[in-house]
């Protein structure tokens, strides 16, 4: 297979509690049980476009290259696991893991610091949990993202930020949801934007270039600040939705009209509704002159 590197999502599955499963059914019933779940498991992230890398233990590292198919196999993972009760008579818990980012893809494994952090949501979830990062969250249609609260914040091994931790609410009308497709993308896709800066009122359609935002005057939107970069960042249409794109140093701030924060740098996130975008600082005050308002059509 060889080499690459691509953007994805990283995804832990680990059967909880395994060292007491061996110690209550003993060794063989337990070994047994743990190997039927780990390749049903392994089926479902497969039929959800997904690759399974390898097994280690009682647990399964895979990617897939949708987060919103990632998070749809997160789900139908715990749905199968509380619904299923083995031939033997054991019934198991999962804890998973979620984050969106670059890894090394090479022969039958996976290298880079996303996979570190994927392993240390997987680290934090409990039995029954599904933990994710801020990164994947932001990738999701806000259908999805609806079915998350802000977990915790922690500092990960090898990383100086704080990563943001969400819980992945996927019980009762999450699941039912999620799983029936009635949370498709399809709800958020337009095909207009408008945007509106101080006195500048801009549109862009599907088949226009894309917007750029910055302090250099080439940019369409031109703002002025220290912590803004020349060419800050754009907005272009891409399969049906609006994608704010962050290519700047300190970072675009988004708050949606749902009342969510959303961080972005060097990062991507489809624009849907009403909201607010500010280069390079946080929305403190709604009614600051320094945002940008959009509304997508």
């Known amino acids: ?7 994805c999502t990283i995804m832990f599955v680990d059967i909880a509690g395994s060292t007491r499963l061996y110690q209550e059914y003993g060794d063989t019933l337990a070994q047994d049980s743990i190997a039927r779940c780990l390749i049903r498991l392994s089926e479902i992230i497969k039929r ?4 399974v ?8 590292l895979c990617y897939l290259q949708d987060p919103e198919l990632a998070f ?7 749905e199968i696991a509380k619904d299923t009760v083995d031939p033997n008579g054991v019934q ?6 979620m984050h969106f980012g670059s890894a090394i893809i090479e022969d039958t494994d996976l290298y880079g610091d996303s996979v570190n952090v994927a392993a240390a949501m997987r680290d934090i979830a409990k039995g029954g949990q599904i933990i994710a990062t801020e990164e994947i969250v932001a990738h999701i249609p806000p259908e999805i993202s609806h079915f998350t609260r802000r977990y915790d914040t922690s500092r990960i091994k090898g990383r100086q930020e704080q990563t943001t931790i969400y819980e992945i609410l996927w019980e009762g009308e999450a699941s039912t949801q999620i799983l029936s497709g ?3 993308v399809e709800k958020m896709k ?31 939107i031109i703002i002025e600040g220290t912590l803004i970069s020349r060419q800050h960042a754009s907005i272009e249409y891409r399969r049906g939705k609006f994608l704010m794109i962050d290519k700047s140093t300190n970072g675009t701030y988004i708050l949606t009209e749902d009342g969510r924060s959303i961080y972005l740098r060097r990062e991507e996130f489809p624009l849907w509704g009403k909201g607010k975008i500010s280069l390079g600082k946080t929305i403190i005050d709604e009614d600051t002159q320094d945002l940008i308002h959009y509304t997508t059509l």
């Open 72 to 78: 749809q196999a997160a789900f139908k993972l715990q």
């Open 190 to 220: 337009s095909s207009k934007l408008q945007l509106a800066f101080q006195e500048t009122e801009l549109a862009l359609l599907a088949n226009m270039p894309a917007l750029t935002l910055g302090r250099d005057y080439s940019c369409s």
């Open 1 to 7: 297979m060889g080499k690459t590197t691509k953007d």
């Open 182 to 184: 009635t949370t498709s």
């Open 53 to 60: 890398v390898k097994f280690i233990g009682d647990e399964i």
């Open 92 to 97: 198991l818990s999962l804890r998973i893991g």
């Open 48 to 51: 959800h476009r997904g690759t």
